[in-house]
């Protein structure tokens, strides 16, 4: 882990940490990164249809007929 110097605007750092559950400013600039830093396999797994059920729902065929 590396020690840096940054300015941070507090008012966004206490949503921040209002909305994560942290309570100190390292813990809440941290949890803030991972959460980005993580954000892209959320986003990836929700385009995966294998996630929301069975492997039909990778037919392209069966997906067009469930948006109708």
């Known amino acids: 882990m590396s020690r ?9 750092l ?8 942290t309570s100190s400013k390292v813990e809440t600039v ?3 990164l991972a959460f ?8 990836e797994a929700f385009d995966d ?6 492997e039909d ?3 392209p065929a069966v997906r067009a007929q469930a948006r109708r």
Do not use: F, M, S
Not at 5 to 12: G, P, R
Not at 36 to 43: E, L, P, S
Not at 49 to 54: A, D, I, K, Q, S
């Open 57 to 59: 729902l990778a037919d």
């Open 36 to 43: 980005v830093a993580q954000r892209r396999r959320r986003v």
């Open 4 to 12: 840096t110097t940054i300015d941070i605007d507090d008012d966004h």
């Open 30 to 32: 941290n949890a803030a």
């Open 49 to 54: 249809p294998l996630v929301w059920g069975g």
């Open 14 to 21: 206490v949503a921040a940490a209002r909305e994560l559950g």
